[in-house]
């Protein structure tokens, strides 16, 4: 089974392989993009990460992740900004060094509720006032900002940005070069008005990157590691994949999956797993496999 | 501390008490109002329990539950549909056995997929036709179906209907006093539109009944159990109390908690602590309170 040429491995995915480990085994199973996280890569060292993605010959997809910025003001929230002008500079060095038609994409977790706060609305403000803070660091670093709306039972602790159309009302104050979305099949497949908000996403051009994953129940006991490989589960991923190429989306796919059962696996065998998963759930709803059928 | 006299005790605070400690502890701690489950009372049969329910001179705020009817047409979706006839019958006997200002609403959780199916769209249309099936046998019984709005932690095993919004588009089809929301706060206070949804609900006269508990994060390894006393946790209770009294709506307010740790302590303890929850949490944001304030 030849491997769909637009899947690309999110390094969550074989979250324990250290960087060089995740860019061996991702171009071993005839993968052509990675999208890395900022741990693994700091760990080296961002010239040295630069380098081996150079000479893995692999796309870069996205850079994970910045965020974590609904503090209020003070010392922490400029901080946090610091950090994310920091991950904005990492992003565009990585898609500079990475193939052909890497792109410079900065996922953003907004972050949760600070401690002992109940206000949703006021942390949800701050996630658009950084953003603006933001903003002009990416212009000028070429680098899109990513929103990710969050599966909103991590509202409080993870992402107070919940769907899809909350994050594009965010990102409607700026260009959609510079604040895009992203669309992960596991955070917005419930939402009764997904289909309306991906259309929207596509129409404002703001679907900076799509990942697809899958949801069953129950839940494992820790609800961050309920993500399995597509077709695993019950979310629709044909529609949901149809509905985003339908946009006219044309980019890399990621598979994100943080599940300890899949992390505990050998990595090779894991993003093999994963090119297979995707192949049968996802490659028979891409426009060119449409176009062909 | 005086008791709040809008406050309701909903059975599942107390979930391991039979029906009649139910009543008895509820009465005891000086409150006026139960919503009840229809285990315990069917476990009595419907004309003991309504019996009781006179004697001890309590309102009776919802039945629980009505709903699970997101199956398609067969032999199951007919059970179904006949097993919510008999919860409507339960509701009207209820309803009249309880003390004056006894409201007739039996609550809807929805269902989730069905076994093997990916497909949350026709399983919402199923839910909408499902009322429309049902929502005669409501108007001739005089009971009002509460649709509930699940957390979309819920959505794929439990309750297809995720957002106040879609309850109250489902709704909409039906007249108010037939078919209403239930906005309870566990549910609903992650919606960036959940203001905008309530005061359209009020306005549509669509809240047919408001239930308070409280959310905190890490969630316990069964996601169904993590509901605190009101105060408790991060919901902005404050806020969304003085939305719904915002509305005009001037009726009971339901505890329901489902929480392993409440659930194993005497009864009577609960319900005390239950009453002193929301005499801080809920009580000082009333209208009454604040018209007084």
Same mark, same amino acid.
Request: aromatic letters at 6%; glycine letters at 8%.
């Given at each position: 089974?030849?491997?769909?040429?637009? /899947?690309?491995?999110?390094?969550?995915?074989?979250?324990?392989? *250290? @960087? !060089?480990? =995740?860019?061996?085994?991702?171009? #071993? &199973?005839?993968?052509?993009?990675?999208?890395?996280?900022?741990?693994?890569?700091?760990?080296?060292?961002?010239?040295?990460?630069?380098?081996?993605?150079?000479?893995?010959?692999?796309?870069?997809?996205?850079?994970?992740?910045?965020?974590?910025?609904?503090?209020?003001?003070?010392?922490?929230?400029?901080?946090?900004?610091?950090?994310?002008?920091?991950?904005?500079?990492?992003?565009?060095?990585?898609?500079?060094?990475?193939?052909?038609?890497?792109?410079?994409?900065?996922? /953003?977790?907004?972050?949760?509720?600070?401690?002992?706060?109940? *206000? @949703? !609305?006021? =942390?949800?403000?701050?996630?658009? #006032? &950084?953003?603006?803070?933001?903003?002009?660091?990416?212009?000028?670093?070429?680098?899109?900002?990513?929103?990710?709306?969050?599966?909103?039972?991590?509202?409080?602790?993870?992402?107070?940005?919940?769907?899809?159309?909350?994050?594009?009302?965010?990102?409607?104050?700026?260009?959609?070069?510079?604040?895009?979305?992203?669309?992960?099949?596991?955070?917005?497949?419930?939402?009764?008005?997904?289909?309306?908000?991906?259309?929207?996403?596509?129409?404002?051009?703001?679907?900076?990157?799509?990942?697809?994953?899958?949801?069953?129940?129950?839940?494992?006991?820790?609800?961050?590691?309920?993500?399995?490989?597509?077709?695993?589960?019950?979310?629709?991923?044909?529609?949901?994949?149809?509905?985003?190429?339908?946009?006219?989306?044309?980019?890399?796919?990621?598979?994100?999956?943080?599940?300890?059962?899949?992390?505990?696996?050998?990595?090779?065998?894991?993003?093999?797993?994963?090119?297979?998963?995707?192949?049968?759930?996802?490659?028979?709803?891409?426009?060119?496999?449409?176009?062909?059928?």
């Amino acid at each position: 089974m030849s491997v769909d040429p637009r /899947l690309s491995i999110n390094q969550a995915t074989i979250k324990y392989a *250290d @960087l !060089a480990t =995740a860019l061996r085994v991702t171009a #071993d &199973a005839g993968i052509q993009a990675i999208g890395l996280w900022r741990e693994p890569v700091n760990e080296v060292g961002l010239p040295i990460a630069a380098k081996m993605l150079a000479d893995s010959g692999l796309r870069f997809t996205t850079h994970c992740r910045g965020g974590f910025f609904t503090l209020p003001d003070g010392p922490a929230r400029v901080a946090a900004l610091d950090d994310n002008r920091r991950a904005i500079e990492e992003t565009a060095t990585l898609a500079a060094a990475g193939a052909t038609g890497s792109t410079a994409i900065l996922v /953003l977790v907004a972050g949760g509720l600070p401690e002992g706060s109940r *206000d @949703l !609305a006021g =942390a949800r403000e701050r996630v658009r #006032d &950084a953003i603006g803070e933001l903003a002009p660091d990416a212009a000028a670093a070429g680098v899109t900002l990513a929103i990710e709306p969050l599966h909103p039972m991590y509202v409080t602790d993870r992402a107070v940005v919940s769907t899809l159309g909350q994050a594009l009302d965010i990102a409607s104050d700026f260009a959609p070069s510079v604040v895009g979305a992203t669309v992960d099949t596991f955070h917005v497949f419930w939402d009764p008005d997904v289909y309306t908000q991906i259309e929207r996403a596509g129409r404002e051009g703001r679907i900076a990157t799509y990942q697809v994953c899958d949801w069953k129940t129950p839940l494992p006991a820790d609800v961050l590691l309920g993500r399995h490989y597509p077709g695993d589960g019950v979310i629709d991923i044909a529609s949901l994949t149809r509905a985003v190429e339908g946009t006219g989306y044309a980019g890399d796919i990621e598979v994100e999956i943080f599940n300890a059962d899949v992390w505990a696996a050998d990595p090779a065998h894991v993003v093999r797993r994963t090119a297979e998963a995707f192949g049968e759930a996802v490659s028979p709803h891409l426009s060119a496999a449409l176009d062909s059928a």
